[in-house]
């Protein structure tokens, strides 16, 4: 078997019982990304040597038998707005294009504690603004399943790095449908946990009270394999939430019999296109076979949940996004006279304009006189969302839709008209006002054969019964990869 | 359009944001805020009185460290990344006069 | 015409540096004095991906400070970010508390010449302190030490109740000496531990509205905040005089030159966007955790004043001297609970050591000597193991570098010579070597003991008890 087709959980197995090392599986890695990466470009940064290095000593250590994590000697791609020590980090942006931290997110530190191996990081949007993957400073990343398309955003990079076997696995980060939606326009899976169940600690923050780091994963089975290693609790994140359930493996189970799922008919009106809708309706119709009830339902408020996002989201991302001023870190213009001159022109030149027209409209709502108009009154519409939500749960187990409404868009399309991209995340940002989980996994691909995503999103804490339901699904559904 | 954003308004934010824009990105920083304000206007249509304003989507709190000093001389990792540094301190443009 | 009555209408916004360890949202320690940029970390720094967490200490002591300026405790409160851009600022936003700050609604009980009057407390908010800027005239830039940045800070925003700069004064030492008590903060004005902004307006004497009021920075002494209050005053009521406005705008007071300007900017729009900061938690202080928060209050120095007078036998006046600080009171009362001596205690306190203060330059904080070694001395000095001037000599070691007495007394040589026999030999060769005087003695010159005593100590160097001295030599001639 080739190496690059097993997933995360099958290749840790196969070096454990010493058919593989964990040298021979980067290898194998690099060797696919020098062939893909002229065509896909998933990655920022690559250090070979480096990733070569630790793959080494991660060997010499399983032989050792002191490294047995389940994810030991595994090459993974993080996304490029988390901090990895010694490497650079840039969030796809000239502000931080010589940035190389201190420290490693939270999270990176925990894989690496369980042994995965960083490959390197993966594009993204800007400071993860955007759903294309277009609006990166290093250039756009095109989807494996077919390279005129985008791959989403704006965990692109994480997505399409995945799917076109150049890692077995990466982490990316979710604040309005940044995992789910890429992994739903490459075919692969993706899980935005609950709230503060990942730590944020490391994370490069755009919007804090929405931000979650998660998985993209070839399958359910590594999604839950490495969301156990990744979910923690940190006292360096006031967020981070204590749990005692993240034993998420223990849910791949294939059996959702009496599982109550909902189907709200909001996400299957206007806009969304037929194709995807026939798929993700055909995926809730084989759940229904095998024992779930699925029924219609009414989720109120699905159109006010884009602009109560873009109002905090942008709020708090021109706040986070000050410290990016030529003063500690990162890019500082040439020439300039004085510090406010300095600071503008520093940031004018080292923003992208999807970043600046997001900081000019946080700034503007925060700002005087208009604060109450529309920075509290989107607070008072999420906490609306969120009681809505509560309601949905009170009935169903899950709630069933669609990712996006529609597949991967040709690369240029999107970026012309920021209101209608912003359209595209109806399905996905209402999960993040409510802090919920939501998993989007592979349901089919359209007449294109671009593959189409079906999510699923539980109440708080119930990552379990996504992952259950998804692996029955995935069960159902058989293999899903790019035929090369 | 009902939001008209002002070649002032666009000035103004301007300077809170410390961005500096060309000519055209401003014209176009004014269609786009006024386009997003519209949409964001939506939101007018709902009733939001006794609506408790949410930061916080879980009701978390008392999140506290100890009093204990944990951090030890990290002065040069605080200024590996500095554009500009002189006797171990950031180096910025003068501030005032 | 009469010329017009104006009266001066001033509300301070006081900045106190809490006496944690530790900074108000991380491990860093906030140690005075540091190489610059020791004391950072990524999250005092600003670096992107780092988190706060709140340091618990400052809560309690915010409370604290609440409690015992009346203030009502804001059980659940929450902090917010004020958004503006300057080099000191790593993140370019402060984490404050806007809408819902810690304490709200106090007084301060404060007595002038004029009389007593109580000032409001409009609130206290905990912040995070900002870095320290050095201007290098060299290279023409500035340079920024963030050692200080993330320093709790409390603010105390008074109401606009004060009306000249003597009851500003005494608001100011009010304040400092219940933050003192409570070892919120040592309140230190030449160190930035304790800063004063000044909101003044004046007002036609009578006149029902506030005038425009300026904002006045950088005030690192009661020197300077009188001054500025009384050259602001002027500025003000000049303007005014001659028909033009006053101008809401924040001024920098140059002590030096004596007067203050206006740090007026384009770029400055002082809109600060206040939101309530994502990465914290809201705060709840349930009402355990604020009776034992109250159960931990000190005595404040009206009720040790009426202590001391009931327990110790000492004067009103050196009462009220030694209760002016914690810290001296703190010192008198360990060291009479180890000496049971409150009468000697107060002396060395009264005497030499506010003698020592003054030549040095030092306030009552700044004594190091223990109680422990200031109880050996006095317990030196009663059994006359040494006498009284051997006591001031060793006093001053004591007050410099706080040695134990009893060592220093041992290894120095200095204790009293006792020995009888070792006093009369060195008694009679003072007798042998001074024939003149002896002779003077015998024709009636009293005085001439007193140079041979003189004379007996300087040969003992000054470890001989004079009384002793005096008995042998009357008893040799």
């Not at chain 1, 780091?213 to 994140?237: F, Q």
């Not at chain 1, 406010?340 to 999807?354: I, L």
């Not at chain 3, 006591?391 to 007495?405: G, T």
Request: one cysteine or more; hydrophobic letters at 35%; a negative charge.
């Amino acid at each position: 078997m080739d190496i690059l087709s097993y997933s995360a959980v099958e290749l840790a197995t196969a070096i454990k019982e010493g058919k593989v090392t964990a040298v021979e599986a980067m290898e194998a890695v690099l060797a696919r990304i020098d062939a893909k990466e002229t065509d896909i470009n998933a990655y920022v940064t690559i250090d070979k040597d480096a990733a070569l290095k630790a793959a080494k000593e991660a060997q010499e250590k399983i032989e050792q038998g002191t490294l047995t994590g389940p994810l030991a000697g595994v090459p993974v791609a993080i996304k490029d707005n988390m901090c990895t020590e010694g490497m650079l980090t840039t969030c796809s942006s000239k502000i931080l294009g010589n940035f190389i931290p201190t420290f490693s997110a939270e999270a990176v530190l925990n894989l690496e504690k369980a042994g995965a191996v960083i490959i390197g990081k993966t594009n993204m949007d800007e400071f993860a603004m955007g759903s294309t993957t277009e609006t990166s400073a290093y250039g756009v990343t095109r989807n494996p399943w077919n390279t005129e398309h985008v791959p989403g955003g704006s965990s692109g990079g994480s997505a399409a790095a995945v799917a076109a076997q150049e890692c077995f696995f990466a982490l990316g980060s979710d604040t309005g449908g940044s995992i789910r939606q890429p992994a739903s326009f490459c075919g692969v899976v993706g899980l935005k946990p609950t709230y503060g169940t990942v730590s944020r600690y490391g994370l490069v923050a755009y919007g804090s009270s929405l931000d979650q780091i998660g998985p993209l994963t070839k399958d359910v089975t590594d999604c839950a394999t490495v969301m156990e290693i990744i979910a923690s609790h940190d006292t360096k994140d006031s967020t981070s939430v204590k749990r005692e359930d993240t034993d998420f493996t223990s849910a791949l189970v294939e059996d959702v019999k009496g599982m109550k799922i909902g189907i709200p008919r909001d996400y299957f009106g206007e806009g969304l296109d037929p194709e995807v809708k026939a798929g993700v309706l055909a995926a809730a119709k084989a759940l229904e076979e095998k024992g779930a009830i699925v029924e219609e339902f009414d989720l109120s408020l699905v159109e006010y949940a884009i602009p109560t996002y873009y109002t905090i989201a942008a709020a708090e991302a021109s706040s986070n996004l000050e410290r990016f001023d030529g003063i500690k870190y990162g890019y500082r213009t040439q020439g300039y006279e004085g510090l406010h001159n300095m600071y503008k022109k520093t940031r004018s030149e080292g923003f992208g304009p999807e970043v600046k027209r997001r900081i000019m409209l946080g700034s503007f709502v925060l700002s005087s006189g208009y604060y109450d108009a529309y920075y509290l009154k989107a607070l008072k519409v999420k906490a609306m969302i969120k009681k809505a939500f509560d309601e949905a749960f009170a009935k169903y187990d899950m709630i069933l839709g669609p990712v996006a409404p529609t597949t991967a868009p040709k690369l240029g399309e999107s970026l012309s008209d920021p209101l209608k991209m912003y359209l595209g995340d109806i399905y996905t940002i209402s999960v993040n006002l409510a802090g919920l989980p939501g998993i989007s996994i592979p349901c089919g691909k359209d007449s294109k054969g671009l593959p189409i995503g079906l999510q699923l999103i539980a109440d708080s804490f119930n990552e379990k019964k996504l992952i259950q339901a998804a692996y029955t699904y995935e069960k159902i559904r058989g293999d899903f990869r790019i035929e090369d | 359009m009902a939001n008209i954003i002002s070649d002032e308004t666009i000035e103004y934010v301007g300077i809170l944001a410390k961005l500096e824009l060309s000519d055209e990105e401003k014209e176009q920083a004014k269609k786009d805020m006024g386009s997003m304000l519209d949409y964001i206007d939506k939101l007018g249509e709902l009733d939001t009185t006794g609506i408790e304003p949410m930061s916080h989507v879980f009701p978390v709190q008392n999140v506290f460290r100890e009093d204990v000093v944990t951090n030890g001389d990290e002065s040069e990792k605080t200024l590996r990344n500095a554009p500009g540094e002189k006797d171990n301190m950031f180096m910025v443009p003068k501030t005032f006069d | 015409m009469m010329a017009k009555q104006y009266e001066t209408v001033i509300g301070l916004e006081v900045h106190v540096e809490l006496a944690t360890k530790t900074k108000i949202f991380c491990g860093c320690s906030t140690a005075f004095g540091g190489a610059p940029n020791t004391h950072t970390c990524p999250v005092c720094t600003g670096m992107p991906g780092s988190l706060p967490v709140l340091n618990k200490q400052v809560v309690n002591y915010a409370v604290a400070v609440g409690l015992a300026t009346n203030c009502e405790i804001t059980q659940y409160c929450k902090f917010d970010r004020k958004n503006y851009f300057y080099p000191d600022n790593p993140q370019n936003y402060q984490i404050s508390q806007l809408y819902l700050p810690i304490c709200r609604n106090g007084h301060v009980d404060i007595e002038t010449a004029d009389g007593k009057k109580s000032v409001g407390i409009h609130e206290i908010h905990m912040e995070e302190d900002a870095g320290k800027l050095i201007h290098d005239d060299w290279e023409d830039c500035s340079l920024v030490d963030y050692n200080r940045s993330g320093v709790p800070l409390i603010e105390i925003v008074s109401e606009p109740d004060m009306r000249s700069a003597e009851e500003v004064i005494a608001y100011l030492e009010k304040l400092r000496m219940t933050v003192q008590y409570l070892g919120a903060s040592d309140c230190k004005l030449n160190e930035g531990s304790m800063r004063a902004d000044v909101n003044l307006s004046v007002r036609e004497v009578g006149a029902k509205e506030f005038g425009t009021r300026t904002e006045m920075k950088n005030l690192n002494s009661f020197r300077a905040i009188t001054r500025a209050i009384e050259n602001e005053r002027e500025r003000q009521i000049d303007l005014l005089e001659s028909g033009q406005q006053v101008i809401q705008e924040t001024r920098r007071w140059d002590d030096t030159k004596e007067y203050s300007y206006a740090m007026r900017s384009k770029e400055d729009a002082q809109d600060y966007r206040y939101f309530p900061d994502p990465d914290l938690v809201p705060v709840y202080i349930s009402d355990e955790w604020l009776a034992e928060i109250k159960s931990r209050q000190p005595e404040f120095r009206e009720e040790k004043m009426a202590r001391y007078k009931e327990e110790y036998d000492i004067p009103e006046y050196d009462i009220g001297i030694i209760t002016d600080t914690k810290h001296m009171a703190d010192l008198f009362e360990e060291t009479v609970a180890i000496c049971g001596q409150p009468k000697k205690v107060s002396n060395w306190l009264m005497g030499e050591t506010l003698r020592l203060l003054k030549e040095k330059n030092m306030d009552p904080e700044d004594i190091r000597f223990s109680p422990e070694n200031l109880a050996k001395l006095i317990g030196l000095v009663d059994s006359k193991a040494i006498n009284s001037s051997v006591a001031k000599e060793v006093f001053e070691v004591l007050f410099d570098k706080d040695i134990d007495p009893e060592k220093y007394v041992e290894e120095k040589g200095l204790k009293t010579v006792n020995d009888e026999g070792a006093l009369r030999k060195t008694i009679e060769d003072v007798i042998a070597a001074n024939p003149q005087s002896v002779e003077d003695y015998h024709n009636g010159k009293e005085k001439a003991i007193g140079f041979l005593v003189g004379q007996t100590m300087k040969a003992m160097k000054g470890k001989a008890d004079p009384g002793m001295v005096n008995q042998i030599l009357k008893g040799l001639l």
